[in-house]
């Protein structure tokens, strides 16, 4: 008998918005930061999470959090701290993070070109089981693997628990992949 035991998951939601023109016109006025950016990618500074444009979208990620939270069992009030504009043109992508000091975090995919790379989780145990398991392993899974990766598709949503380190592999599309990243608490 399996009995699945400390069991991480990825919300995944749907929400149709076109938001491309507003991340473009952000950009025009934002410098950018550099957090977690690797190559070229464009990381804005916090969006105004008063902005009338993203207020649709932050009104789904808080019901999504809320109907996610009674999924697993935790219960409080949740709001989103704040919300940023990734923008990845060719080769670009985001090195394994967390995000500390947060509950969840999770991404809104606004544009997503054929072959844009996809977001990627890695286990805690990662560097023991490539080690340790990478030669017994048959078929891979999400119980044996120490990397998964979940597409990036234009209005998809996924939402997680900030201390899962993830990451971004690489846009090989000529055209930008353009995501809203956002941390709840």
């Not at 006025?29 to 008063?50: C, E, P, R």
């Not at 704040?82 to 995000?99: P, R, T, V």
């Not at 090989?172 to 709840?184: E, G, K, M, V």
Request: aromatic share 14%.
């Amino acid at each position: 008998m399996f009995t699945p035991l400390f069991t991480d998951g990825i919300w995944n939601t749907t929400f149709n918005s076109d938001l491309k023109e507003y991340c473009y016109n952000i950009i025009k006025k934002d410098n950018g930061v550099i957090k977690t950016n690797s190559a070229m990618g464009y990381h804005t500074n916090g969006l105004n999470l008063t902005d009338p444009e993203i207020q649709p979208l932050k009104s789904h990620i808080e019901q999504s959090v809320k109907d996610y939270s009674q999924f697993i069992s935790v219960n409080c009030k949740y709001k989103v701290m704040d919300m940023w504009i990734n923008i990845h043109g060719y080769n670009d992508y985001l090195s394994e993070h967390i995000h500390a000091r947060t509950l969840f975090s999770g991404v809104y995919y606004v544009h997503t070109p054929k072959d844009c790379g996809s977001i990627e989780f890695i286990r805690h145990s990662h560097d023991y089981m490539l080690y340790d398991w990478k030669d017994v392993q048959t078929k891979y899974n999400t119980h044996n693997s120490a990397r998964w990766k979940l597409p990036a598709e234009k209005n998809r949503c996924y939402i997680f628990p900030s201390l899962m380190r993830h990451g971004v592999t690489p846009n090989r599309s000529w055209d930008d992949r353009i995501s809203i990243s956002f941390n709840i608490v």
